[in-house]
Every structure is written in structure tokens, then in C-alpha cells.
């Protein structure tokens, strides 16, 4: 699904370098985020010099890492589970005469709960958080020498963007789309999240390091890139002039790179929709219009202690901006229901508000409390089956828009992204601007360039159309 580059030169250590050996199973389960995605995808690529490759089956695998997340509930339980599995396998393939599987726990969980995975799971060989992923090969040569768990969960001085490859991105070779972090961690403490304490404060990757990034993935022939940060639009990396870029900057930046023809940008906060960020989607025509902007709840009350940093008719007006400046922009959003002290009214401000604005897609969840924040030591805690009720009715209507949107797809026409061929014998497939898979009718030539498509069907999950027109350009 994902990208990026060949391994960085390595961090000056005192450890002697791990030299590179024969062929290695490295097998990858990701859970979470996007953010995730990549940082998986990283771990990968800083290990391939180790002459680690990836394979199918954690069975055939000389290492397997979970790459975790923490943000709802039951988060470590099920890493224990999944650490339970990982065991047997790894026992079976000792007893099968096989290498030792080296078992290692990355992402949130293992940033929020590291001690408590080495002392509940001490088979486990590596614990390392989000911020130090660079650290795997030395990580794995000090597990070697030391015989003993290695853990590595502090937020380093350097930043691990620092590590970065500077030849070809050969991961992304032969993908289309690809995620590209540009900002990450948080510093806006909502009540209920997180994040602030496991992937730490925020900080910007520097404009050149993003350009020269994303320059390597158009060369291996993405298209389309996809910014990543927790608060995207919060960017403010080093423009390399002692100043800062925004987002928008950065972004008419990136639409410059040859072959890059679309560019997306998540998760952002409202808070950080700010004038330059509309224009830019009204001027950049590589900006998609489709945004995802959550906005948690509809009650200001709510709002406020979520601590969100603005009110429902400032998140209505972003959106009235945003959509005067894109007319066609559709938006997605993340809800919470059941964050403490919501009342049936405060619920009902939430459904006014997405009857207000109608959303093509949305994630809804039950508030569930993350120990350490906030709102997890809140009184007036909402009873379990009041939330159920709640998101039952409020997945109902997101349905319903979502449904309503696709619909409204029938009859347009769309410029399509081809990524693929399709099922069926000469049919190709691709994704539309808001991310709906799209089959239809035409060469294999043209995976890899946009087209335009006439939808004529809408079905459970994807839509298909007639190509219309095949637009030379590879972007
Ligand atoms: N309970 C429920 N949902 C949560 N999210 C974050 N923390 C919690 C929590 N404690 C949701 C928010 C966020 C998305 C990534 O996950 O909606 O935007
Ligand atoms: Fe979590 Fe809020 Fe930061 Fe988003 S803005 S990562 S929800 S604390």
C-alpha cells in the first residue's frame, strides 16, 4: 500500500555495524493509522541492508514485527493475543530446526506500555516506540550480543527523518500512491487522545527533506502522495530561508514536482484550516477535494471539553469556505459519541450538525477512556449501552450520506487515477478524486495515467464507468 526509501546512512553509534547477510524472512503486521503504514514501510527499508526481505506468512519469517496502536480500547490486550500467536510459531519453527524468530512490538502501544510488554511477554526481543524506528538494525545487533530484550521508547534529539535515504525510493517502485510524512506528534492535548503522549510534541520535517522525498517517489513512479502528520495542517517545517512553510507552501511546492499530479493531506484539525490552506485549494487544481476534517462532536459544550479549540458553527463555517473555494470538495470526519458528560442534547447537536453538512465518508466511534488522559478520570462517564444507541443511530445517517454521495456519482464525469487492471478480462480499475475504487473498460497502457471516466454504476463498494477519454499525460 505503501512507499519509501532505500535505508538511510546509519545514526553514529558506538555499536559496530550489523554486516550484511543472507536472505532473512521479515514479515510486518501493521495495525492503526496511515502513519503507521509508513513508519512500517520504514522499518522495512532499514532493514533490507541486513539482507531482510518481506515474506507472506510470520511462519517463514526470521523476523516479525507488530507495529501497534493505542488510540482505542483493548489496544494492549490485543497485542498480548498477538504476541501469544507469535510465540507458538516461533516455538514451532525451533522445534521445525529453524533460526530463532526474532519477535519485535513497534508503534503506541509499545511507546505507552514498553516495561509492561517485557515483563508480561518476556520472549519478546525488541520494544521500540514510534520515534526510534531508525534504531532496528542496532537494535537487532545489540539483541544478538546481549542475548536479552532491547528496548528503545525515549524521544530521541534526532529526528528520525534525519535518517533518511538520499538514492531511490525503491519500495515505491511500481506503486502509484504513496504516503509521505511530513509532520507528526501533537500538541493540542484533547481530552480524550493519546497521542500527545505516545507519538510525542509536534514537529515539522523541513521542506527540502519533504521535497526530496517525494522527488524520489515521483522518479519510481508515484503519482499521487498523500501528507501525512496528526495535525497535518499544522505543518510548519524549515523553509530553508529561516522561516517556515505552511501547508499551502508546501504543497505548491510538491504540485511542481514533475509526475506528482495529485497530492491529499491528513488528518487535519480545524483549528488549522486557515486562509492560505482554502486558497490553496482553490488555486492548486493537484489538491484533491476531498478532505478529511474531523470534527469530534457537534456541542460546543462537548467541544470545549474535548478540549477541540473551536465551536460547531466555526467548524460550519470552515466548511462553507473550503466549499465556496472547491465546489466540489467533499469532506470526511471522525466522531465520538459518548465522551463524559454527554447528554441526549449534546448528541442531537452532533446529528444537526452532519445533516448540516452532509459527509461522503466518516469513521464513528464510541468514546472509550485511554489511561493518562483527561477525560478517562471524568465523572458523569456515559453507560455503555447509551453509547451503542448513539452510534447505531449515527452510523445510520453517515450510511445514508455516504450512499447518497455515491449515487450523486452516477452520470458524472470523473478523472480517474488508473492503478490496476480489473477482474475481468480487459478491464482496468483506479480511484476517483474522493478515494472510490472505479472499473472499467480499457488498455492496460494506461495504468499510471489519469482519464477521464463517465460513471454509470454505483455498486456495494466501488463504481464502474466508461473511459471517455484518454488523456496523454502521465499524471
Ligand atoms: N475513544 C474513541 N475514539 C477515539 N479517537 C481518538 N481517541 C479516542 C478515544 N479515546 C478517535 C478520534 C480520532 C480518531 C483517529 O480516533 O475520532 O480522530
Ligand atoms: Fe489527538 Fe486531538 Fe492531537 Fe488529534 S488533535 S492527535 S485528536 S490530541
Not at 489538491?287 to 466555526?314: C, W, Y
Amino acid at each position: 500500500m505503501t512507499t519509501t526509501p532505500n535505508f538511510p546512512a546509519m545514526p553514529a553509534s558506538s555499536d559496530p555495524m550489523p554486516t550484511v547477510q543472507a536472505p532473512r524472512g521479515l514479515h510486518v503486521i501493521t495495525w492503526g493509522c496511515q502513519m503507521n503504514v509508513y513508519d512500517s514501510a520504514r522499518m522495512a527499508d532499514v532493514l533490507r541492508p541486513l539482507g531482510y526481505g518481506p515474506v507472506e506468512r510470520p511462519e517463514d519469517a526470521d523476523m516479525v514485527i507488530l507495529n501497534t496502536c493505542h488510540i482505542r480500547e483493548r489496544a494492549t490486550e490485543k497485542v498480548f493475543s498477538e504476541l501469544g500467536r507469535l510465540r507458538k510459531i516461533r516455538d514451532e519453527r525451533i522445534g521445525n530446526g529453524q533460526d530463532r524468530t526474532i519477535i519485535a512490538v513497534a508503534g503506541c502501544v509499545a511507546q505507552a506500555e514498553g516495561e509492561v510488554i517485557l515483563s508480561r511477554a518476556p520472549y519478546v526481543d525488541l520494544v521500540l516506540g514510534p520515534q526510534t524506528y531508525h534504531k532496528l538494525p542496532e537494535m537487532v545487533a545489540r539483541a544478538a550480543r546481549a542475548g536479552g530484550a532491547v528496548i528503545e521508547t525515549d524521544f530521541p534529539v534526532e529526528q528520525k527523518f534525519d535518517f533518511l535515504p538520499t538514492d531511490a525510493a525503491p519500495q515505491t517502485q511500481g506503486n502509484l500512491t504513496a504516503f509521505l510524512t511530513i509532520q507528526e506528534g501533537c500538541d493540542k492535548f484533547c481530552s480524550f487522545c493519546v497521542v500527545p503522549y505516545t507519538r510525542g510534541a509536534e514537529t515539522s520535517r523541513p521542506v527540502a527533506s519533504v521535497l526530496a522525498e517525494a522527488r524520489r517517489m515521483a522518479e519510481s513512479g508515484v503519482r499521487e502522495i498523500t501528507l501525512l502528520g496528526q495535525n497535518v495542517n499544522a505543518y510548519h517545517g524549515d523553509d530553508g530561508e529561516g522561516g517556515s512553510a505552511t501547508l499551502a507552501g508546501l504543497v505548491e511546492q510538491l504540485a511542481q514536482i514533475p509526475g506528482l499530479g495529485r497530492i491529499r493531506y491528513m488528518t487535519s484539525h480545524p483549528r488549522d484550516v486557515d486562509q492560505s490552506l482554502i486558497d490553496a485549494h482553490r488555486d492548486n487544481p493537484a489538491l484533491m477535494p476531498f478532505l478529511h476534517l474531523p470534527v469530534q462532536s457537534g456541542s460546543d459544550r462537548i467541544l470545549k471539553a474535548m478540549n477541540r479549540g473551536h465551536t460547531a458553527d466555526e467548524y460550519r463555517e470552515s466548511v462553507r469556505k473550503l466549499r465556496e473555494a472547491r465546489p466540489d470538495l467533499a469532506l470526511s470526519s471522525d466522531f465520538i459519541v459518548g465522551h463524559p458528560g454527554e447528554t441526549e442534547e449534546d448528541f442531537e447537536a452532533t446529528m444537526q450538525l452532519v445533516r448540516d453538512i452532509g459527509f461522503a465518508m466518516a469513521y464513528s466511534f464510541k468514546y472509550s477512556p485511554r489511561p493518562g488522559t483527561p477525560a478517562a478520570g471524568q465523572p458523569m462517564q456515559v453507560p455503555e449501552d447509551v453509547k451503542d444507541r448513539r452510534l447505531a443511530e449515527l452510523q445510520a445517517l453517515l450510511r445514508e450520506q455516504q450512499d447518497a454521495f455515491n449515487a450523486d456519482m452516477v452520470g458524472t464525469v470523473q478523472e480517474i487515477l488508473v492503478t490496476n487492471r480489473g477482474r475481468k478480462p480487459g478491464q482496468i480499475a483506479g480511484r476517483s478524486p474522493y478515494l472510490q475504487p472505479v472499473h472499467f473498460d480499457g488498455p492496460d497502457h494506461l495504468i499510471g495515467s489519469t482519464v477521464k471516466v463517465a460513471i454509470t454504476t454505483r455498486r456495494t463498494n466501488s463504481l464502474g464507468g466508461t473511459l471517455i477519454r484518454e488523456t496523454a499525460s502521465a499524471c
